[in-house]
């Protein structure tokens, strides 16, 4: 079972860097998306004066894009961080759909057995599927597609993977608590590439606009003109940084509101498989069945000795 959680765990890690490279791949239509939208809300073609600078329609612009090597590479981190945004919802929308589906089926298969059972022994020796239906979950886990994708549905047939009969509970709980961390690690760590490229924005952003302000002072320094308005020159080179530090912000509080819904996921996750499945089971180890039989067939024996020595004493003696 230690191969099956590490197994597991390295999956994960090969999906999460999957979502990376899909991310990446899809900041450069997100890009597009993102540079319709800036220049539709500003004013289209018209002239920067000093007083459209003053217009909160002057900072939906993006005349730094196409000038110098910072422009292009921070309208396209703008996209990365986007595609991120959509493809977690996504990824979010998906594991409450599998989430839902596994609910729904322990419902339907243990839904019958009391929240506390405390079975006897013959119970447990002659009703397991009464007590877990071990078949029914497994075709449940193995449901396609979820089984693809789904944290719960692959978490459910790892708790069941190898069970003979009715698994051991403590065995189940040990797995449950391996996939708990492994799940929560895993997730948290997934966010850094996001956390960095919003940190780099603003790096970013202010080396665009160090750049567009030496672009407007060519002409002073080659003597062919003179620098135009001090607020326009001020404005338009800082345009690039003040976007960066916003869309940073703007991200920052997306992902925290991504981070926090997936936390309540994770959480209802974890409550799931301990109130509907590891909550509901007798509590017992591997050998609690073996031992059980083997006092079974001792009880067995000693019935049927005393029922001899019973029925030798009532019989008349010769």
């Known amino acids: 079972?230690?191969?099956?959680?590490?197994?597991?765990?390295?999956?994960?890690?090969?999906?999460?860097?999957?979502?990376?490279?899909?991310?990446?791949?899809?900041?450069?239509?997100?890009?597009?998306?993102?540079?319709?939208?800036?220049?539709?809300?500003?004013?289209?073609?018209?002239?920067?004066?000093?007083?459209?600078?003053?217009?909160?329609?002057?900072?939906?612009?993006?005349?730094?894009?196409?000038?110098?090597?910072?422009?292009?590479?921070?309208?396209?981190?703008?996209?990365?961080l986007l595609s991120c945004l959509v493809l977690r919802f996504l990824w979010l929308a998906s594991q409450t759909t599998g989430a839902f589906v596994v609910a729904r089926s322990l419902k339907k298969h243990l839904g019958a057995l009391p929240g506390r059972p405390k079975p006897d022994g013959d119970w447990l020796l002659e009703s397991p599927e009464r007590i877990l239906p071990v078949e029914q979950l497994v075709r449940t886990a193995h449901r396609l597609p979820f089984s693809l994708f789904s944290l719960a549905h692959k978490r459910l047939r790892l708790l069941l993977s190898g069970a003979q009969g009715l698994p051991s509970?403590?065995?189940?709980?040990?797995?449950?608590?391996?996939?708990?961390?492994?799940?929560?690690?895993?997730?948290?760590a997934s966010w850094e590439p996001f956390r960095w490229i919003a940190r780099f924005l603003p790096l970013v952003g202010l080396a665009q606009s160090g750049w567009i302000f030496?672009?407007?002072?060519?002409?002073?320094?080659?003597?062919?003109?003179?620098?135009?308005?001090?607020?326009?020159?001020?404005?338009?080179?800082?345009?690039?940084?003040?976007?960066?530090?916003?869309?940073?912000?703007?991200?920052?509080?997306?992902?925290?509101?991504?981070?926090?819904?997936e936390s309540f996921l994770l959480t209802r996750l974890d409550g799931l498989f301990y109130d509907q499945l590891l909550a509901r089971l007798p509590l017992h180890?591997?050998?609690?069945?073996?031992?059980?039989?083997?006092?079974?067939?001792?009880?067995?024996?000693?019935?049927?000795?005393?029922?001899?020595?019973?029925?030798?004493?009532?019989?008349?003696?010769?």
């Open 1 to 80: 079972m230690e191969y099956g959680i590490r197994r597991y765990e390295s999956s994960q890690r090969l999906w999460w860097f999957v979502f990376l490279l899909l991310a990446l791949a899809g900041g450069i239509p997100a890009r597009g998306v993102i540079r319709t939208w800036v220049e539709g809300a500003g004013p289209s073609g018209a002239a920067i004066t000093a007083e459209s600078v003053r217009q909160a329609g002057f900072w939906f612009q993006l005349p730094w894009v196409e000038k110098g090597l910072a422009g292009p590479v921070l309208l396209f981190l703008f996209g990365v």
């Open 169 to 188: 509970s403590e065995e189940m709980m040990h797995r449950e608590q391996r996939l708990e961390g492994v799940d929560w690690h895993l997730t948290g």
């Open 214 to 261: 030496f672009l407007q002072l060519q002409p002073v320094i080659q003597g062919t003109g003179e620098m135009g308005d001090v607020v326009v020159v001020g404005a338009t080179s800082l345009l690039a940084f003040v976007q960066a530090v916003a869309a940073a912000l703007v991200f920052a509080v997306g992902a925290g509101l991504v981070t926090r819904l």
């Open 285 to 318: 180890n591997a050998d609690t069945l073996l031992i059980l039989k083997t006092l079974r067939s001792q009880f067995e024996d000693l019935q049927r000795g005393l029922q001899r020595i019973e029925q030798a004493l009532k019989s008349p003696s010769r």
